[in-house]
């Protein structure tokens, strides 16, 4: 028989307690499929779990957070597919998120975002926003033999971030010389320029993570960037109010629903060093009700104006800045030398901006997504549309017409439906039940 040293079984013992327990069940609920989260460790499994649910394709319709106050977290979700359904692949839903919550899994909060692919080096851009700036930053890259497998660009504030992963277009090997990649830095700075608050363009090692770190590192660039400083007025509801008796702060989100909602509330909380130890969120229709009840890190609630105000801009950004204006245009296409600079020339010389894009290299192919506006961020006249289509080919580029479907139609589970909370400033009635039965206030009345 074989036997342990006792480190070892304290070791295995810690491990096990520290790896958290996912449950995904398609039988308790009449309209969708029931995850659980149970957990010891709080900074981050959150946002894992949501990031993990998000990649899948799944929508999060409504859940809760509650904890014993930190020495345990339980994280609850119903979720469904895109069209309001029960998830039919519920084995391969629980692989990915034990996988993404496995303790080797979590990656540093700090460390650099890539494709889950290796041989490819990191462009990370942050600058000034104008019209055909991506054009001009893939005219570069073509130029100078770069070949762009993936890529994410977001704008907001007048601000744009992006993440170009390339690689040497003869040799496919990542760019490793150092005269090159200055060579590289230059020119992309110059392209960037910048306006008042300048521009700055950094080379890293990719490694491997998914589609939500992506995500998370184009919100940590622009909030780093100061565009949540400069954002222009809003109409997202957002506030923070003290629970003193105790100890939280409490933050209430009010908006248009839409994918990926969560995560970009819960990603920017994380990334503010804050710890959500309770929290109902809810969806009606198209709209979403959020309240999440949380410390700092150092187990201190929000403590100065300043800081309040500070985490509003933020949510406030990081929920505006993912919603996509302008017409959406999905090109699928056999990929070729030079094919983005060739695309979003199109799109420069028949007066479009791109707002948002999302390029993904499959074998040969190019599957990539583009937003676009007229070059003053007003929607583009459907005949420039249809022009740029004919030019690039009927065949390959096509307007996506159809909009996300609504997450929370009537579907029979409106007993449901009081857990978001009773209004913007109040607390939820679910999160007073659960506070209640761990014994941490008096009554939920």
Known sequence: MERYHPSEVYELFVRHMNTPRVVVDSGVLATATLVQVHSARKHGVLLEAVAALSEHGVCVRKGYISSDDGRWFMDVFHVTDAAGRKVADADALLGRLESSLSSEALPPRAGPAAVAAEGLTLLELVGADRPGLLSEVFAVLHDLRCSTVEARAWTHGGRVAALVFVRDE?????IDDAARARRIESRLRHVLRGGARGARMVMADPSAAGAGSLDRRLHQLLNEDGEARAAAATTTAVAVQDWGERGYSVVTVSCRDRPKLLFDVVCTLTDLDYVVYHGTFDTDGDHAQQEFYIRRSDGRPISSKAERQHVIRCLQ???????????????????????????????????????????????????????????????ADPKTIDEVIQRIGTESLRVDEERWPRLCAAEGDAAGRGGGGGGLFSLGSLVKKNLFSLGLIRSCS
């Not at 699928?332 to 007066?351: C, H, P, Q, S, W």
């Open 170 to 174: 003869e040799t496919g090997s990542p």
């Open 317 to 379: 950004a990081a929920i505006e800045r993912r919603a996509s204006e302008g017409v959406r245009l999905e090109l699928r296409i056999t990929d070729r030398r030079g094919l983005l600079a060739y695309v979003t020339r199109v799109f420069r010389e028949n007066g479009l901006s791109v707002t948002h894009a999302e390029i993904t290299t499959r074998g040969d192919m190019a599957m990539n997504v583009f937003h676009v506006t007229d070059a003053a961020g007003r929607p």
